[in-house]
């Protein structure tokens, strides 16, 4: 195991320590195309324990419609977990309170104004902090199902991205120096650990005090880019995962990740 390797696994078995969760074998890599590219085909039997794999560089990642997410090297966290994954459904809550996990676990870092920006970004005020990516590879013939789930934030040097729109970094929100991308990750890894189980039997209901905390659409005039049509955000629905809009003459409806992108005046 190389040496960043072993360091990020103890400092993840340390948070975790006294919780009775078991900490992922880890790995660290100097360089990958996609971390969440990487575990999907590295992944090997169903009984192995969880995963989790950092990059320092990831040269083609992945962001949700085939976006991809762009880092300079050294500048962005890039991080993946797996799990195997169980018979039956995966809430499609799931990325939401993934969402909300990273969330916790910077604020544990005393990084306090990020947000959720439905359904996958990592948000302070107007400027994009990161994302998350949920995949799945389904169960087949000899070959075990897994959840991967990807998450890249950025680090530092984000306004050097030129990316036609707003955009932030982790330096920029800490007062003192920002920590070390593996203190950073080690948090991460710990507190997607802890809430990885109750996410999969129980979805987001538990965390619908926390959606209202860290909502940044909620009470928001929004447009749905796929058809153009405006209403106001009433909320993240903690059954479902679908964000709840109000339309001039339709009422409320439930939007789902998978058909919509969404944008308010503020977060275009």
Not at 16 to 41: F, K, M, Q
Not at 99 to 122: F, H, S, T
Not at 166 to 174: G, I, K, N, P, R
Request: charged share 20%; glycine share 14%; with cysteine.
């Amino acid at each position: 195991m190389a040496p960043e390797s072993a360091r990020l696994e103890e400092r993840v078995g340390c948070l975790l320590a006294g919780t009775g969760v078991i900490a992922p074998s880890i790995e660290v890599l100097a360089s990958v195309d996609s971390t969440n590219r990487y575990l999907l085909d590295t992944c090997g039997d169903l009984d192995a324990p969880a995963r989790a794999c950092m990059a320092l560089e990831q040269t083609a990642g992945r962001g949700r419609r085939g976006r991809v997410w762009q880092s300079l090297p050294g500048a962005g966290l890039a991080l993946s977990l797996a799990w195997p994954l169980p018979p039956g459904p995966v809430s499609s809550g799931y990325p939401v309170g993934v969402g909300v996990g990273v969330i916790q676990a910077l604020e544990a870092l005393g990084v306090d104004r990020v947000r959720l920006k439905w359904p996958n970004d990592l948000v302070v005020g107007p400027a994009k902090l990161g994302g998350i990516l949920v995949e799945q590879r389904q169960a087949q013939s000899g070959r075990p199902g897994w959840l991967v789930v990807g998450i890249g934030l950025n680090h530092e040097g984000a306004g050097a991205l030129r990316l036609g729109r707003v955009v932030t970094d982790l330096a920029a929100q800490m007062a003192d120096p920002v920590p070390a991308q593996e203190a950073i990750a080690a948090q991460i890894i710990a507190r997607q650990c802890l809430i990885h189980p109750g996410l999969l039997r129980r979805g987001i209901r538990p965390l619908a005090s926390e959606l209202q905390r860290l909502d940044s659409l909620r009470g928001r005039a929004v447009q749905v880019l796929d058809d153009g049509r405006q209403g106001h955000a009433l909320g993240i629905d903690p059954d479902s995962g679908c964000l709840r809009v109000e339309f001039e003459g339709e009422g409320v409806r439930h939007l789902h990740s998978g058909e919509v992108s969404v944008r308010s005046d503020e977060h275009a």
